[in-house]
């Protein structure tokens, strides 16, 4: 049977004085850059007086198509670029093709029967509470909350209204509620169903740790969803998503329409560096393997729960070769877990000037052209690999 480790309850949490200086200047940066964005007329509402189109809009189109009862014309692309141009009130190069499952409908919808530039604050205000009580639970408090409005990529979320908090909630809150409420733990993984390709690595990583509870309740939640998005959307729906996750694949990772320095993958960084795209889906297949093995032996482990927790956040973005900034939000989970496992067995030698080292990658990528946000997953990693390979040395020993 798999070894359980229950996580450890953390001591107050403590900063030493420069990292709580680092961020609180986070902090201010952030919403200083929100401000001024705001400002200036490039975010939310241009100089024009019209909605700015971004990622938004298409959620927004999808949700108003959905309304209508048209949900298959969200998986047209022409179809949905026209909703998209008039949701902005004019045409834009460009566009936003909707490739979520219908399940995702039941998101979008209620945010269509609000004004688009509404809908997207309200949408940002309401994921980014949820992605700060996931924080909060994991770092025991206020530290959580400071830490959740730090993280240099909550930024490149927000004024692109994308779904980076969600998914760091979700992720955030199934592992704090894994050991304690498994149902709980399972219904959230059950919703991150919206995200198919988060939603391999982690039942596998599960069934390795002997979470049946929680696995049963995450496949009863998807089963549900997929039969209520069925019943109010058609079968034509799921058709049309699985034709829509085609060519979304391959726009972006065949042709590179989005610039594979947007991706924050192996595959992306590959692929930049002038690698074929045979050579980029080796490399990142491999380190997904390599990933799931590795993350499978950790959870079958006795090392700490922090640990576990940790590498499983860091590791879904590790996995997958279609991964942008705004998933990198769920890095912020994999370093709270860390954070709090240094609070029980104390900091190591570096940790936290390695740390500060990722976050200032996540913090650099408006003005590199480089997948960062790999490179700062790459980096926790190697931090969480220490910290179990450590652990495990005295039973090696014994052995």
């Given amino acids: 049977m798999p070894s359980r480790t229950i996580a450890a309850p953390c001591p107050p949490p403590a900063l030493p004085k420069p990292a709580e200086l680092t961020l609180f200047g986070l902090c201010i940066a952030n919403a200083v850059y929100l401000a001024v964005a705001l400002f200036q007329g490039t975010w939310l509402v241009g100089p024009d007086g019209f909605p700015i189109a971004t990622d938004f809009v298409n959620v927004w189109a999808g949700g108003k198509q959905a309304l209508s009862g048209n949900t298959a014309a969200a998986y047209d692309p022409a179809l949905h670029k026209a909703a998209e141009a008039l949701a902005l009130g004019r045409d834009f190069d460009g566009s936003y093709p909707w490739a979520y499952p219908p399940t995702f409908f039941f998101a979008a919808a209620p945010l269509a029967l609000l004004p688009l530039s509404v809908a997207h604050v309200v949408w940002i205000a309401v994921t980014f509470a949820a992605f700060a009580a996931a924080m909060a639970g994991i770092m025991q408090g206020r530290l959580g909350l400071a830490f959740a409005c730090a993280f240099p990529a909550i930024v490149a979320n927000a004024t692109v209204g994308q779904n980076g908090f969600l998914t760091a909630a979700l992720i955030g809150g199934m592992l704090v509620c894994l050991d304690s409420r498994p149902v ?15 939603g391999v690595l982690i039942p596998l990583v599960l069934l390795a740790g002997g979470y049946w509870r929680a696995l049963m309740a995450a496949a009863a939640t998807t089963l549900l969803l997929i039969a209520a998005a069925t019943l109010a959307f058609g079968f034509g729906a799921w058709e049309g998503f699985i034709e829509a996750l085609r060519h979304a694949s391959h726009a972006t990772l065949s042709e590179g329409l989005a610039d594979f320095a947007k991706l924050q993958s192996l595959f992306g960084l590959t692929r930049l560096l002038g690698g074929s795209e045979t050579v980029a889906f080796a490399l990142q297949w491999t380190l997904a393997g390599a990933t799931a093995l590795l993350l499978c032996i950790l ?6 729960f922090n640990l576990k927790a940790a590498g499983l956040a860091v590791g879904v973005l590790l996995a997958p070769p279609y991964l942008f900034m705004y998933d990198v939000v769920t890095l912020a989970v994999a370093m709270a877990f860390l954070f709090r496992e240094m609070q029980v067995s104390g900091p190591r030698p570096g940790e936290m000037a390695t740390l500060g080292t990722a976050l200032l990658l996540v913090l650099i990528f408006p003005v590199v052209k480089l997948p960062v946000g790999f490179i700062a997953a790459m980096i926790v990693t190697v931090l969480i690999a220490r910290r179990a390979l450590t652990s495990w040395m005295p039973r090696l020993r014994g052995a």
């Avoid at 709980?184 to 198919?196: C, E, F, N, R």
């Avoid at 959870?299 to 700490?304: E, I, K, N, V």
């Fill in 184 to 198: 709980v733990a399972g219904i959230l993984l059950g919703l991150l169903s919206y995200k198919p390709h988060f």
């Fill in 299 to 304: 959870w079958r482990s006795r090392a700490p």
